[in-house]
């Protein structure tokens, strides 16, 4: 996967929920971008005849610091994918804003022949 970007914060009604989003087009791709930042702010380019955009969310914490990683995707059988990420939390000792934070990241992928809907997220802390 390529990384597009990596967020701590969202405006988009999964962020703070531990799920997976796919874009395969680019309207929904522009609607999510306008419900997850400033609608002023333009959305880097992705070429949906060739990739699909994957956006993990990593849930809601108290504090900043964490990070979410989409490590890979599974093939399910009968059709669709899983996806694996990881969320790093915090190291001892380490500081950190206490402001709430909802991380995610946005990857592209490459599109597979019929496209294949995520169906189940795993995550891992």
Do not use: N
């Amino acid at each position: 996967p390529q990384v597009l970007d990596y967020f701590f914060k969202s405006q988009h009604p999964s962020a703070g929920t531990q799920t997976a989003l796919v874009i395969s087009d680019q309207l929904a791709w522009q609607t999510f971008w306008g419900q997850h930042q400033d609608p002023s702010v333009t959305p880097p380019a992705v070429d949906f005849t060739k990739h699909i955009a994957v956006v993990g969310f990593g849930g809601h914490f108290l504090t900043f610091g964490y990070i979410v990683q989409i490590d890979e995707f599974v093939p399910l059988a009968g059709g669709g994918l899983e996806v694996r990420q990881t969320v790093f939390t915090p190291g001892p000792g380490c500081g950190t804003l206490p402001s709430e934070s909802d991380p995610g990241q946005i990857v592209i992928v490459d599109r597979v022949a019929g496209g294949s809907p995520v169906v189940a997220v795993t995550m891992c802390f």
